[in-house]
């Protein structure tokens, strides 16, 4: 007998109204100077012209609109130098003039709202019997099919529906800290798994201590760059130095701001092309500390970078690099506690099947052991997780994805032993979800695809992507599912 499937009436929809301010550079720096020339030969009555209508068309649809374009006029300032002209002299307004000629706004969901994972919101307050606030991230892609994160909060009744808190009209992006300390054996060896091997890493690292902060990094960067004369090849070397320092940064959020209106926009060029697939799960450690961590991949559209994020309030956040060999794919999932005092995270490290990874550090891990590959029709191409797994008495809840003929994705479930994972207790052998007929179309047509989900009044609660498009979410009785894999689902 099949499980029942309860699907719920709530959907996640693209919206082309949440809009973010964005740098906008048209053309290379020639062309930029030629548009400040053209603005600085105004009168001082047209260039406040320009001010006082660019503000009251856009300042209700941005917050800070004003340290935008303080921003975007110190990243063309640079060109006055040949202008003869100093910024310091110019009034805030002209430079808000200059920075609104060099931003463009961004509808960061106007393509794709899919791909979604649910944890508990940190904040249980103000709930009647057998509620739950949910905090729920997205991928939204919008033009050029960048992807973002973002987020909407919720609270989930004893029938588990689901009543979404409104979005705010405006979408806040976090002011960036740049103060990550590296160590130096872990940067080289991250650089060799990217495969990047030249002398003239030694010409930047070798002045470098064991440990070294971003700033002491540019400066042997700037060093190198002023006293070497290298080769473009040697150059680019010194770029994927650059790239892999910047992919460790910290965001904060205004205190003002709603979860729904917060965006982690991709910050660093080793995800220039997107953030993507992040799967949350709540961590507890050994001492009841929590703390919120989703493994994603960053993109910059040649190249994947699997990376961590921590957060224990969902206004700060700390953005850093895995390292290892084993996680040079997609589909990381960390378990929400340690196992016998490590870390413990699910993979698909060769794109195929399922492996388990076991560290002592949440961001290093070099061990994996394959415990699931196809075995059947629905999944014969690959099989990967779907979210981190969900401890339950009879062992560790998995729920994965398949795809099978027409490159269908389908959505399964596994039990992983508790004391070892690498022992896989049962696995279902037909699909727990496939897409129905009104979920098949969409961006890539026959996906149903999740990140994460939660237990709650004895029911799975599955939020996923309805073809890449959408979003939505599903019920599973526990005891039913149960059944299924331990009855004649059982291996």
């Known amino acids: 007998m099949a499980v029942t499937l309860k699907r719920k009436t709530v959907q996640f929809c693209p919206d082309h109204r949440r809009v973010i301010a964005r740098f906008f550079l048209p053309g290379d720096e020639n062309r930029a100077r030629a548009i400040i020339e053209r603005v600085l030969a105004l ?11 660019v503000f009251r068309q856009f300042s209700g649809r941005h917050r800070n609109l004003t340290r935008v374009f303080e921003e975007n006029f110190k990243r063309v300032e640079h060109l006055l130098d040949t202008l003869t002209v100093k910024g310091e002299t110019l009034s805030k307004e002209i430079q808000h003039v200059i920075g609104a000629y060099f931003t463009k706004e961004y509808s960061i969901e106007s393509a794709a709202f899919f791909n979604p994972s649910i944890v508990e919101d940190p904040y249980q307050g103000s709930l009647q019997e057998n509620q739950k606030r949910v905090i729920l991230s ?8 960048v992807s973002s994160l973002v987020f909407r909060s919720a609270i989930v009744d004893e029938h588990n529906d689901f009543h979404i808190d409104p979005v705010g009209d405006s979408v806040d ?9 590296y ?11 990217m495969h990047i091997k030249d002398d003239v890493i030694s010409l930047v690292m070798d002045p470098l201590g064991d440990r070294f902060n971003y700033g002491q990094l540019q400066g042997a960067i700037a060093h190198t760059l002023k006293h070497q004369n290298l080769t473009h090849a040697c150059r680019t070397v010194v770029q994927a130095i650059n790239w892999l320092a910047r992919s460790h940064y910290e965001v904060t959020f205004s205190w003002d701001t709603a979860i729904c209106d917060r965006v982690l926009f991709p910050i660093s060029f080793a995800e220039s092309n997107g953030i993507e697939d992040a799967r949350f799960v709540q961590f507890v450690e050994e001492d009841h500390a929590v703390t919120y961590y989703a493994t994603y991949t960053a993109y910059d559209g040649y190249a994947i970078l699997p990376k961590l994020i921590a957060t224990t309030d969902f206004y700060h956040f700390k953005i850093m690099p895995i390292h290892g060999e084993n996680v ?11 196992i016998k ?3 413990a995270m699910l993979s698909r490290m060769d794109g195929i099947n399922n492996y388990l990874m076991l560290s002592e550090e949440v961001t ?9 590959g196809p075995q059947h029709p ?12 969900i401890e339950t008495k009879h062992g560790w809840l998995v729920i994965t994805h398949g795809v099978g003929p027409m490159r269908t994705y389908s959505l399964g479930a596994m039990l992983l032993d508790l004391d070892d994972p690498t022992q896989v207790v049962a696995h279902l052998k037909r699909p727990l979800l496939v897409a129905n007929e009104k979920e098949r179309e969409g961006y890539v047509p026959n996906v149903v695809y999740s990140c994460g989900s939660i237990i709650h009044n004895n029911e799975l609660i599955i939020p996923y992507a309805m073809s890449d498009y959408a979003s939505t979410v599903v019920c599973v009785p526990l005891d039913e599912l149960f059944d299924e894999l331990l009855g004649t689902g059982k291996r």
């Open 328 to 338: 040079q794919n997609k589909g990381l999932a960390l378990f929400p506690r340690r």
């Open 341 to 343: 005092g490590k870390y």
């Open 378 to 389: 629905w999944e014969f191409v690959q099989v990967g997780n779907a979210g981190s797994p």
């Open 43 to 53: 009168t001082g009555k047209e260039q406040m012209l320009i001010f006082n209508h």
């Open 173 to 181: 992006v976090p002011e960036i800290i740049t103060r990550h300390e």
């Open 138 to 145: 997205f991928r939204a892609t919008g033009e050029g099919h």
């Open 364 to 372: 290093l891990w070099n061990s994996a052991r394959r415990i699931l």
């Open 183 to 193: 160590d130096k054996r872990r940067f080289l060896a991250k650089l060799t798994e």
